[in-house]
């Protein structure tokens, strides 16, 4: 197991319920996730079992099905593609805004409206990311472990997550429309001049393809 998937599934477990807004644009590639759906739960208990002695068998038995309730659904595709979302807001841009998070998701989101290879929000975040700095994310190929130690971003960043899937056309970042690509206002990269500038939030510039 490679070191992105054991991050995506440490960020996954940080998530408590899945955000129910947007997620028909989006669709999950994993097979695991698809195997991991058409697997039948195990039932919940009966208000008639209510008054079954607490045994240890019993105990176990009701274990093994809280967990594979909560298994499922951090496995659920939509859990999936919001952590991939909030994780890359989370390292490209916790040090921003909530406005200048907001910017970058924007843009990700994007990304998988135009992409012709890459139908899900995994797909563009962790595209390339099997090659050392040759991704689309700096994140996701930069050699470093991608563990989460601030919970507090964390959370804004899921809060941002959630809020750019809410996919409010009239929302703040009506300006960003048509955004594709951004860095940060420290470098210049020589794919900016080719590009239209939009505008500037925080430390990132955002372009579109025309």
């Avoid at 590639?29 to 008054?51: C, G, I, M, Q, W």
């Avoid at 056309?169 to 206002?185: F, Q, R, S, V, W």
């Amino acid at each position: 197991m490679n070191r992105t998937i054991l991050a995506l599934l440490f960020t996954i477990a940080l998530t408590a319920t899945a955000q129910a807004c947007g997620w028909n644009k989006f669709n999950a590639s994993a097979e695991a996730v698809a195997e991991a759906k058409n697997n039948p739960v195990l039932a919940p208990v009966s208000e008639s079992n209510r008054d079954i002695p607490a045994t240890p068998l019993n105990y176990a038995t009701s274990t093994i099905m809280s967990w594979t309730h909560k298994i499922k659904t951090l496995l659920d595709a939509r859990v999936i593609q919001e952590n991939c979302l909030t994780t890359a807001v989370y390292f490209e841009a916790r040090s921003e805004s909530e406005l200048g998070q907001l910017a970058v998701a924007t843009v990700i989101l994007n990304r998988v409206m135009a992409s012709k290879s890459s139908s899900s929000i995994c797909g563009v975040v962790y595209k390339g990311a099997s090659h050392l700095n040759a991704c689309q994310f700096s994140f996701a190929c930069d050699g470093k472990a991608d563990l989460v130690d601030d919970v507090h971003a964390w959370q804004t960043a899921r809060a941002v997550a959630a809020l750019a899937l809410t996919d409010d056309k009239d929302g703040p970042m009506h300006i960003l429309a048509t955004a594709t690509n951004y860095h940060a206002d420290y470098v210049d990269p020589v794919w900016s001049k080719s590009l239209t500038r939009l505008t500037k939030i925080g430390r990132h510039i955002f372009y579109s393809q025309g």
